[in-house]
């Protein structure tokens, strides 16, 4: 069976909440909470913490994680191709791309995402989607869409509203079987894909979007989507952090630590 890794792409600084994966009021830095639950998923034989901070490295090898140490990348999908890359992985090896502020991601949604791909030869990426339930994300530009085909093979990502719906009123079909679904921005890739995707030119499509999974459709990648019922709430502000310190101090008052 083909070789499954989870890396995690991380870089110190964020716009909207510095070096937001060092906090740690919880009494664990942001990252190890991530790494943590990827870690719980059955289907990695490693979790590799990619960084190109000597701080973040430092704090990893802390809690007991691996850690690659890469150079400065625009993206964390060149950050995590330039790990495979050295660790020079078989072509069909599984690498999966997870974001290091979803320090409440499920494990099982991992191990789904990986027997997606796994279970679709012909794909070379897979990623999550959840139904849209309200007008707010489904309007919103920050909440990327995905259609895709009858098989779950996704035909196009965008922050406009996909489907248009032309005839009928919108708002009474999020009351039904809504047909938006929210691209979760978590990926499986084969090995020699991700390679190629780092590769190229950031494409047309790509550049309007600013969408980097439209690359690999334009290079004539093919995407399968799992549906899942719930995404993972990412941490970008302080506000972000501070309710899942909250979580965090709740559930172990529940636990009577």
């Known amino acids: 069976m083909a070789q499954v890794i989870a890396m995690i792409p991380a870089r110190l600084q964020s716009s909207r909440l510095p070096e937001k994966l060092l906090l740690s009021e919880?009494?664990?830095?942001?990252?190890?909470?991530?790494?943590e639950a990827a870690s719980r998923a059955g289907c990695f034989e490693r979790v590799i913490v990619a960084t190109d901070s000597e701080r973040i490295a430092e704090a990893v090898r802390e809690f007991g994680g691996e850690v690659e140490m890469t150079g400065e990348h625009a993206s964390g999908t060149d950050r995590i191709?330039?790990?495979?890359r050295r660790l020079d992985l078989?072509?069909?090896?599984?690498v999966v791309n997870v974001q290091g502020d979803e320090?409440?991601?499920?494990?099982?949604?991992?191990?789904?995402?990986?027997e997606t791909l796994r279970s679709r030869p012909d794909a070379q990426m897979a990623t999550l989607a959840t139904p849209i339930e309200s007008a707010e994300d489904r309007d919103s530009p920050s909440c990327v869409k995905v259609v895709m085909t009858q098989d779950g093979t996704a035909l196009y990502f965008s922050r406009a509203m996909i489907p248009f719906v032309r005839d009928e009123e919108p708002d009474e079909l999020l009351k039904a079987n809504s047909p938006w679904k929210l691209h979760i921005g978590v990926y499986a890739y084969r090995a020699d894909f991700l390679l190629k995707l780092a590769?190229?030119?950031?494409?047309?499509?790509?550049?309007?979007e600013k969408l980097e999974q439209l690359r690999a459709l334009e290079l004539g990648g093919r995407i399968v989507v799992a549906e899942v019922r719930h995404p993972a709430i990412g941490i970008d502000t302080a506000e972000d952090y501070a309710r899942f310190a909250r979580r965090v101090r709740y559930q172990r008052e529940g636990e009577g630590e």
């Open 26 to 35: 919880t009494g664990k830095p942001l990252l190890q909470h991530t790494w």
């Open 103 to 114: 320090p409440e991601l499920d494990p099982s949604q991992l191990d789904l995402l990986v």
């Open 81 to 84: 191709a330039e790990v495979a």
């Open 90 to 94: 078989p072509t069909d090896a599984v």
């Open 199 to 208: 590769d190229a030119s950031p494409s047309p499509l790509e550049q309007l």
